[in-house]
């Protein structure tokens, strides 16, 4: 079973940035198209942005401009650069296969508060 561990959140004031990591056991991301998902308190997890395996890119309408995906398939990570933060993208960030495939790792909390 693949694991997924997700890295990189933390307390941010509005506008400011977070990267986040996502590394896979195996370094098996290589093999698909991944996405980072969030969930926020008393909602569902969705969808923000997807990068194919030959790095094509889409995003979630609320994040496009402030979100970047990249990932390194030499090197295993899928990254999540997260500039202009507002108080509306807090929550537990994940990764994971586009469409989803694997268990879902812990997550990493963001939170964007003055």
């Known amino acids: 079973q693949v694991q997924l561990v997700e890295s990189g959140g933390g307390l941010v004031q509005p506008g400011g940035s977070l990267r986040l990591s996502c590394a896979t056991s195996?370094?098996?991301?290589?093999?698909?198209?991944m996405g980072w998902y969030r969930q926020a308190p008393g909602k569902q997890r969705e969808l923000v942005a997807v990068i194919t395996r030959g790095g094509n890119t889409k995003y979630a309408d609320s994040v496009k401009g402030r979100f970047t995906i990249s990932r390194d398939n030499a090197k295993n990570p899928v990254y999540l650069q997260m500039n202009s933060l507002k108080p509306e993208d807090t929550a537990v960030y994940y990764c994971?296969?586009?469409?989803?495939?694997?268990?879902w790792g812990q997550g990493t909390q963001v939170t964007v508060s003055s």
């Open positions: 994971n296969t586009n469409p989803v495939v694997w268990a």
């Open positions: 195996g370094s098996v991301s290589s093999f698909y198209a």
